[in-house]
């Protein structure tokens, strides 16, 4: 399987504000740093293939692995960003 993502933040947080069914969700959003140059990070920018090039989307596959650089709480607006690199 794959992760889907985009290369533009205002479409991921278009998605990420989308309404939910779950109660209090938590906002979690992913800055991924990826190196084309990695082995072993598997991902495609497909933005062209689809009905959507608006979105910019990239897709990982799941079993890619992720250096996690930092972790911070937006208080403004109660988002939590993760910033991580491709391993």
Do not use: W
């Amino acid at each position: 399987g794959f992760l889907s993502s985009s290369y533009d933040r205002s479409v991921a947080e278009k998605f990420m504000n989308q309404p939910s069914r779950l109660v209090n969700p938590r906002k979690v959003l992913f800055i991924i740093r990826a190196d084309l140059r990695l082995d072993g990070l598997i991902f495609a920018p497909i933005g062209h293939l689809t009905d959507y090039p608006d979105e910019h989307e990239v897709l990982f596959n799941l079993d890619s692995a992720f250096f996690i650089d930092d972790v911070k709480q937006d208080k403004t607006t109660d988002v939590c960003l993760i910033r991580m690199r491709g391993n």
